[in-house]
């Protein structure tokens, strides 16, 4: 089983092309609509997007001795294929990130330097695959993770954490869709370590969650600020003797929607961890989170997304021997949580992305087939 990772210089990129426009389309072993393809790409930390009549995505994959920047697309019934390599030479190019605007795909990605501090790049290319172009955004001889981006009226923004010589701190950033205008801004400033910062806009707002240690544990925070950069504010929601990773969230009508991981005992070395989810009003008002699992298997990385009036959820959880895929569901409310395993084989899965258009659900996740980690796609249909 592969562990996780904690999370260009400029060098010509070598563009290889690999078409392939037949999936594996597997016969179902278990009890569920859910339609599996293993696609003939090999790679780490998928993410996808789909938009118009295509689902395109971005991964990370070894070329040899680097991590390199790949990118696919395939339609929306599972048929033609195509992959590219986008980057080459020397330092690894991981994390990387999407989202489709129009006829532009806009990426961001974390990059170590000479110094091996890890440094911001993004890139952007047309949706043909066309131009692509990649910049270096940072240069400060700091350790930068887990970069995230949205764009929103022509502005794209940023969040990662970044080290200030000794703590993970909070940063944001934002420029215009034509590259220009780049401008970084550090957030927090208090002595303790902050992680996996996500972010999203919404009118004239962007909200953030983050784990932040107390000195002990993790904590979930969340942020908010105006658009124009003004009005931060950061409040601790957690306060349990339980380490808390990997949060999420999504905005959706009045409230947000949070998901995380979190181990069952202080002593994260004698833990299991389990799916917790969150809710709160818009403006912050009665937050309340709920431990959704509590079987003796390891349980990560949990996505959500809210579609009318209901939460739907993923992550991969162990069945002892390996991770599978397990999908949720709750009302808006936070009750009717049905859980259902969606995996079986004998491979460990990884990472699991989804998105719903429709009545139709789209995933994605990376498989341990040991020395090869295959990328599959899945197709499920709304309940």
Known sequence: MKSKMTRMAKWGPRIFVQSIFIFFILPLCFASDLILLQTPSTGYQPQFQVSGNKIYYVWHEYDGPFRQIFTGEMNMDGTGWKAKKRTSGQFDKVF????????????????????????????????????WK??????????????????VGNKIHYTWNESDGKYRQIWIAEMNVDGTGWNATKRTSTFFDKFEPQLQVRDDKIYFVWRESDGAHFQIWTGLMNRDGTGWQAFKRTTTLFDKHNP?????????????????????????????????????????????????????????????????????ESDGKYRQIW?????????????????????????????????????????????????????????
């Not at 899965?349 to 040991?370: N, S, T």
């Open 96 to 131: 990387p990130q999407l989202q489709v605007i129009g006829s532009k795909i806009y990426y961001v990605r974390q990059q170590p330097d000479a110094t091996k501090n890890r440094q911001i790049w993004t890139m952007e290319m047309n949706i043909d695959g066309t131009e």
């Open 248 to 316: 999420q969230m999504e905005v959706h009508g009045g409230k947000i929607y949070f998901t995380w991981h979190e181990a069952d005992r202080p002593d994260w070395r004698k833990a299991r961890c389990q799916i917790w989810t969150a809710g709160m009003n818009i403006d912050g008002t009665e937050w309340q989170a709920i431990q959704r699992t509590n079987t003796p298997f390891d349980k990560y990385t949990p996505q959500l997304q809210a579609v009318g009036d209901k939460i739907y959820y993923v992550w991969e």
């Open 327 to 383: 999908t949720a569901a709750t009302n808006e409310y936070g009750t009717g949580w049905v859980a259902e395993k969606r995996t079986r084989s004998p491979y460990g899965k990884y990472d699991p992305q989804f998105q719903i258009v429709g009545d139709r659900i789209y995933y994605v996740w990376h498989e341990d087939r040991g020395p090869t980690e295959p990328i599959w796609a899945a197709i499920d249909t709304l309940k």
């Open 134 to 151: 990649e910049v270096q955004r940072t240069n400060t001889p700091f350790d930068k993770q887990f970069p995230q981006l949205q764009e």
